[in-house]
């Protein structure tokens, strides 16, 4: 199975910060055959189920503010947010779809300072 | 539209099964996957299984002893089941269409207790 592992497990941001939250794949999830990284972002606020907010590393679902972008290849990924909003302060996850069984990051804590 | 509603009992016994209806509405089974995912209180999210839109399934190996997954697709229904439930299985149940995936149930809620 691959393993994802986050981190930060938490941060505390102030509106209007730039926050980068790290995911790491024990295997690669770049595709050989058309050079696509199989890996999703989402975002969960409580009581709320998961929203997709990227997939292949850096493509952002519809309607997801520009503000929220996917980077990373291989094995190594980045989410940023930039200008950090209160709406954005929720727990995020990253989740490879290379293969099966899908696996997700441990999480992040995004607080308010 | 699209919409995924998961349905069951809340309180499960230990060493009891988990029965669980996810009932979709706006696409066919025959054409999409859904998936089943849970998280336990105050933790992250655990793949579970996905039943494919051809009718094959695949399940986490740390659950595959204990779980199976079907579907009506008459009734538009997939249907999780997990046996010799335990306290740590209790949690947020939730299917999705796809993974990834824009569409996600409401989540159901599953206590095991006694």
């Known amino acids: 199975d691959i393993v994802m592992t986050q981190s930060p497990s938490s941060l505390a941001v102030s509106a209007g910060e730039t926050v980068t939250i790290n995911c790491k794949s024990s295997q690669s999830l770049l595709s050989s055959g058309n050079q696509k990284n199989y890996l999703a972002w989402y975002q969960q606020k409580p009581g709320q189920s998961p929203k997709l907010l990227i997939y292949?590393?850096?493509t952002r679902e519809s309607g997801v503010p520009d503000r929220f972008i996917g980077s990373g290849s291989g094995t190594d990924f980045t989410l940023t947010i930039s200008s950090v909003q209160a709406e954005d302060l929720a727990d995020y996850y990253c989740q490879q779809h290379y293969s099966y069984p899908r696996t997700f990051g441990g999480g992040t804590k995004l607080e308010l300072k | 539209q699209v919409q995924l509603k998961e349905s069951g009992p809340g309180l499960v016994q230990p060493s009891q099964t988990l029965s669980l209806t996810c009932t979709v509405s706006g696409f066919s089974l025959t054409s999409y996957n859904v998936h089943w995912v849970r998280q336990p209180p105050g933790k992250g999210l655990e793949w579970m299984g996905r039943m494919r839109y051809n009718g094959d399934t695949s399940y986490n190996s740390a659950l595959k002893s204990r779980l199976s997954i079907s579907r009506d697709t008459s009734k538009n229904q997939v249907f999780l089941k997990m046996n010799s439930l335990q306290t740590d299985d209790t949690g947020t149940y939730y299917c999705?269409?796809?993974?990834?995936?824009?569409?996600w149930g409401q989540g159901v809620m599953v206590t095991v207790s006694s």
């Open positions: 999705t269409r796809d993974l990834p995936g824009t569409h």
């Open positions: 292949l590393a850096s």
